[in-house]
């Protein structure tokens, strides 16, 4: 056995060591970077993702499009978790956080191929993630709660370059009315945006245009029964968790019968049974009744007779919002239900719409209606308000802004330049690359737009250079411009993050130099997809990435 390798894996086991193994994650991810770089920017484009089941999202939302995605490489489910991750901390600037990750890992392969070991490479990104950071605390613009002009402009520049950018200064103002409304100055002085009290509900069928802010909940259903009322003004209202129907023995049972009477007496003992939990509803006091479950029938019919409005199966967080909006108490159970568990206010009906209109007498709680021609504009202009209402709860709450347009990346970039003549080392060459990295944001906002890519960035470096800290790229006419002047404003904390979680995402990869699988690396298969030894190959390109090639 002398001489011989000791062999202790199985047979269909694969590795991947040292330089290949940094070469096949850092392929991996940056695949993932590339495929979403084009939706960046007011000018980015959409993507269309057809899942196996034949649904079709059209969207340039980048946390949507990776978690669409048919993901099968776990470095690149790495780089996706950035994108996740950026989206529940911040709302917003998924694709900036995934670009600037697969652009750090482009160039420190630059450095790897430099023979610079990845702990000295990992040590510079994360100096110089920190110093950025630090950088953007004294970069970033204080604003008041209470500046409403530009946490307006916080919301448009969210929505720009998404579904919502036709009708952006209309749908800003409504979102920035939401979060004003469930904004609450704590004794200290802070603001806390909570919002779970505002509501996002779709309709298709009307233009962009016609989207509205309500003060209250809508629900999107009809009365149970044509002679009930479908309005009440000042109503009393009971929000039910539990059905108005027959109950049912717990067990199979049969019912033997002898004579025709026994059945009628069977029939009425049912009857009677639905009368006593109407009866229980009008005892309460309620003129209007919000069922979660299903109302019988019968039930339907008593509950017309007395006059009282009733909703049946009404999704779980419409009766849980409506909760806030009215003051009321679910009931779970009728035997329980009292007057001091009802809320107050008025119900309106739309009829053309088909929706119901709730608002409490100090309502907690506003819906966003949003109106599309088509389903799919309806969804995609529904993600572009959910992550710019994130984005300007934010906003409200950490009071600091930045000049967008790439004007924030230019001086970073700028500035960590600067640091790194301080850095000894090899760590210097990864801080330089870091601040490379960040420049990758203006030259992709001009590729997008059709714009050099070169000539832009010479122009902002140019104008930084002169103490412009806010120039940044007008990409609409081509020009450097102040941004932050302009109304082009991102919130400081969704840089921050964006800048912590690429950088962390990065070095994580970068620490990897050996890779073990059970199975197969690559999961296209057959002979071009490359083997455990030479891992370019292995990649293919885009092999080694699952049904992503075939969702892009």
């Not at 009290?197 to 802010?213: A, F, H, M, R």
């Not at 919002?321 to 009728?334: H, M, P, Q, W, Y």
């Not at 906002?445 to 790229?473: F, K």
């Amino acid at each position: 056995m002398q001489g011989q390798p000791m062999i202790i894996m199985g047979d269909d086991s694969q590795r991947v060591q040292d330089e290949d193994a940094q070469s096949h994650n850092i392929n991996a991810a940056r695949a993932v970077s590339d495929s979403v770089r084009s939706t960046l920017g007011p000018k980015g484009m959409d993507k269309m993702l057809v899942s196996s089941m034949g649904d079709v999202t059209v969207t340039n939302d980048g946390v949507t499009i990776l978690t669409e995605m048919d993901i099968n490489n776990p470095t690149a489910e790495m780089i996706v978790e950035v994108a996740e991750t950026q989206e529940d901390e911040a709302g917003d600037g998924t694709t900036t956080a995934v670009a600037v990750a697969g652009e750090l890992l482009k160039n420190a392969e630059g450095l790897l191929e430099q023979d610079i070991h990845p702990t000295a490479i990992i040590k510079g990104l994360q100096m110089a993630s920190e110093q950025a950071r630090a950088e953007i605390g004294e970069l970033a613009e204080e604003i008041d709660a209470d500046d409403t002009e530009r946490v307006r402009k916080v919301a448009e520049t969210s929505m720009t370059g998404k579904g919502a950018e036709s009708n952006k200064e209309q749908l800003a103002n409504l979102i920035v009315d939401a979060v004003q409304n469930v904004t609450v100055e704590t004794e200290t002085g802070e603001n806390v945006v909570d919002l779970e009290y505002v509501n996002i509900e779709t309709q298709t069928g009307q233009s962009v245009g016609d989207s509205t802010l309500l003060d209250g909940a809508v629900i999107s259903k009809d009365p149970v029964h044509d002679n009930m009322p479908s309005e009440a003004e000042d109503a009393s209202v009971l929000l039910l968790s539990e059905a108005v129907e027959v109950e049912e023995a717990n067990v199979d049972s049969q019912v033997s019968l002898s004579d025709p009477n026994q059945l009628q007496q069977f029939l009425d003992q049912e009857d009677e049974q639905l009368k006593a939990k109407v009866e229980q509803i009008k005892e309460t006091g309620a003129d209007v009744v919000f069922c979660q479950k299903g109302i019988d029938d019968l039930a339907q019919h008593y509950l017309a007779k007395e006059g009282i409005l009733a909703v049946r199966r009404a999704k779980k967080s419409d009766i849980e919002f409506l909760k806030e909006v009215l003051g009321a108490n679910i009931v779970s159970d009728l035997d329980s239900a009292r007057a001091d568990n009802l809320g107050t206010g008025s119900v309106t009906r739309d009829e053309d719409a088909g929706l119901f209109y709730v608002e409490g007498e100090d309502s907690h709680g506003v819906t966003i209606l949003l109106r599309g021609s088509t389903d799919h504009v309806v969804d995609e202009l529904e993600r572009g308000i959910t992550d710019a209402l994130e984005v300007v709860a934010q906003t409200v709450s950490d009071g600091r802004v930045l000049a967008g347009g790439g004007a924030i990346e230019v001086e970073l970039a700028s500035r960590l330049r600067e640091y790194a003549d301080s850095v000894s080392g090899r760590e210097q060459l990864a801080v330089e690359a870091f601040a490379d990295s960040l420049e990758l944001v203006p030259r992709v906002l001009s590729e997008n737009a059709g714009l050099d890519p070169i000539d832009t960035l010479v122009d902002l470096r140019s104008a930084h250079e002169s103490g412009d800290e806010h120039a940044g790229l007008n990409v609409y006419d081509g020009e450097v411009e102040d941004t932050y002047e302009a109304g082009v404003v991102e919130p400081a904390h969704a840089k921050e993050q964006a800048l912590s979680s690429a950088t962390e995402a990065a070095n994580l990869v970068l620490k990897i130099d050996d890779i073990i699988s059970a199975g197969d690396l690559t999961t296209e298969g057959g002979d071009d997809a490359g083997g455990p030894g030479g891992a370019p190959g292995g990649m293919g390109g885009m092999g080694g990435m699952g049904g992503m090639g075939g969702m892009m």
